[in-house]
T-cell receptor
Framework: EPEVTQTPSHQVTQMGQEVILRCVPISNHLYFYWYRQILGQKVEFLVSFYNNEISEKSEIFDDQFSVERPDGSNFTLKIRSTKLEDSAMYFC??????????FGSGTRLTVV | EDKVVQSPLSLVVHEGDTVTLNCSYE??????LLWYKQEKKAPTFLFMLTSSGIEKKSGRLSSILDKKELFSILNITATQTGDSAVYLCAVEADNYGQNFVFGPGTRLSVLP
């Protein structure tokens, strides 16, 4: 069954450092997303991406965040200067039209 | 503000019991409601509901949507310890970008 692949599975970084979280969506999917889940809290929407541009973003997705689809397969989330409160599980997801998401297995980001 | 509420937030049952999980929502431009099961990491897709009154079934799990009363239920019959997980309800709330709003989840613990 097709999968959304995320790397790394766990990343520890120092406060103020830049991190790039990587995702390979399912190949024929058109919509791509990043969600995050702070430990013990609900899943929160960050950003959606369609047709090579951001289609929607939440208040969480401020200037410190950016997304990119640098080639035909990868979809990345960059956090420019990490803060302690950025520590969370970050999920990438992709979907075809009119179907539910397929989530990746997540990247646990720990900012120290 | 779009809102998705799940109840109960936590539930402990014994193997063989039947459980009903609830999800109610207040969103604009409703398109679909999805149920996910989250064990250790990524949520895994269970059901997508778009029409009222049509039950979706998969093995011991079933779900139904009521668009008039703005809620959905997820039933699990003859529960097993492997059903222990957080069950997430997500509602597609915007026609553009297919953004989903997640509920807080119901944590189900099935004891042997």
């Amino acid at each position: 069954e097709p999968e959304v692949t995320q790397t790394p599975s766990h990343q520890v970084t120092q406060m103020g450092q830049e991190v790039i979280l990587r995702c390979v969506p399912i190949s024929n999917h058109l919509y791509f997303y990043w969600y995050r889940q702070i430990l013990g809290q609900k899943v929160e929407f960050l950003v959606s991406f369609y047709n090579n541009e951001i289609s929607e973003k939440s208040e969480i997705f401020d200037d410190q965040f950016s997304v990119e689809r640098p080639d035909g397969s990868n979809f990345t989330l960059k956090i420019r200067s990490t803060k302690l409160e950025d520590s969370a599980m970050y999920f990438c997801a992709s979907s075809a039209v009119n179907y539910g998401y397929t989530f990746g297995s997540g990247t646990r980001l720990t900012v120290v | 503000e779009d809102k998705v509420v799940q109840s109960p937030l936590s539930l402990v049952v014994h193997e063989g019991d039947t459980v009903t999980l609830n999800c109610s929502y207040e969103v604009t431009n409703f398109r679909s409601l999805l149920w996910y099961k989250q064990e250790k990491k990524a949520p895994t897709f269970l059901f997508m509901l778009t029409s009222s009154g049509i039950e979706k079934k998969s093995g011991r799990l079933s779900s139904i949507l009521d668009k008039k009363e703005l809620f959905s239920i997820l039933n699990i019959t003859a529960t097993q310890t492997g059903d222990s997980a957080v069950y997430l309800c997500a509602v597609e709330a915007d026609n553009y970008g297919q953004n989903f709003v997640f509920g807080p989840g119901t944590r189900l613990s099935v004891l042997p």
